[in-house]
């Protein structure tokens, strides 16, 4: 009576190695597949701006002196005049500003700048991504800092 064991089938070692070997290859692999930003980290980064600017207009009514913050779209950065608040903008996000070229008189050098009454000399940053667009808008009489959402998506 001899009994042939006929199984077929995997193994629990063979199941960990065939695991091990894909785990290995998504760990080597992962770092090379592109980054996209996506429609919410967009609109994270408008807000992040949008309190940059904020913190910066309560500085300036707190400390009732000018603060400017710097909006430099080559670099693809918004500095914080006075705090070391630093924002980047990703490569793959177009990066626009609409800044005035003069304020009270004095060339504004990329920035948008708050005085003391809570006033500005405005402008704008445009995030842009695809189909997405939020514009950071600085109101200049007011200094009030809004989000404008300018989606092309259809609904």
């Known amino acids: 009576m001899n009994r042939v064991n006929n199984q077929q089938g995997f193994t629990l070692l063979e199941m960990v190695c065939v695991i ?14 592109p ?20 913190a910066d ?13 710097l ?11 006075v705090s070391s608040q630093f924002l980047r903008i990703p490569d793959d996000v177009r990066f626009d500003a609409l ?3 003069t304020c009270r008189h004095r060339a504004a050098l990329s920035a948008i700048s ?12 445009a995030l842009a991504r695809l189909d997405t667009t939020y514009e950071i808008r600085v109101n200049w ?3 009030r800092i809004e ?4 989606s092309t998506r259809s609904n």
């Open 141 to 143: 009489l007011t200094g």
């Open 57 to 69: 207009r309560n500085a300036a009514i707190a400390r009732r002196a000018d603060v400017s913050t």
């Open 71 to 81: 909006v430099d779209p080559p670099s693809r950065a918004i500095r914080s005049g």
């Open 35 to 54: 980054q996209h930003t996506s429609r919410a980290r967009l609109q994270a980064y408008a807000l992040e701006a949008a309190g940059l600017l904020k």
């Open 114 to 125: 708050f005085f003391a009454d809570g006033m500005s000399c405005g402008g704008t940053i």
């Open 99 to 101: 800044l005035p070229q």
């Open 20 to 33: 091990a070997l894909i785990a290995l290859m998504a760990a080597v692999l992962l770092p090379f597949l």
């Open 147 to 150: 989000i404008v959402n300018r």
